[in-house]
């Protein structure tokens, strides 16, 4: 059973930064990772998508430039490097994994989620 933890969460003002970390276990073979996004009242979006060998396929427009994501494989975890935060960053953020070489920014391809890890940016 793969499983998923978020950290590094928490509230900062705007221009600051922050890491997120996914801790990964329970998984073999080829998989994808991802982070996604969900605002109150919007619909969960793909932040950033990354292939266990480390490519990344995917970030969102909003997020390029600024978010960088990666994986230590020794330690079996996704980061997620955010810079240069803005309000309309704030939301909760979700690790995701799926099998396969596939990594679409699309939630609902993902079958495995993690809690949840709180972002607030203040302005």
């Known amino acids: 059973q793969v499983q998923l933890v978020e950290s590094g969460g928490g509230s900062v003002q705007a221009g600051g930064s922050l890491r997120l970390s996914c801790a990964a276990s329970g998984y073999y073979g080829s998989y994808c990772m991802g982070w996604f996004r969900q605002a109150p009242g919007k619909e969960r979006e793909g932040v950033a998508t990354i292939t266990s060998g480390g490519g990344i396929t995917y970030y969102a427009a909003s997020v390029k430039g600024r978010f960088s994501a990666s994986q230590d494989n020794t330690k079996n975890t996704l980061y997620l490097q955010m810079n240069s935060l803005k309000p309309e960053d704030t939301a909760m953020y979700y690790c995701?994994?799926?099998?396969?070489?596939?990594?679409?920014?699309?939630?609902?391809?993902?079958?495995?989620w993690g809690q949840g890890t709180q972002v607030t940016v203040s302005s």
């Open positions: 995701a994994a799926r099998a396969g070489y596939y990594c679409p920014p699309t939630p609902d391809r993902y079958n495995y």
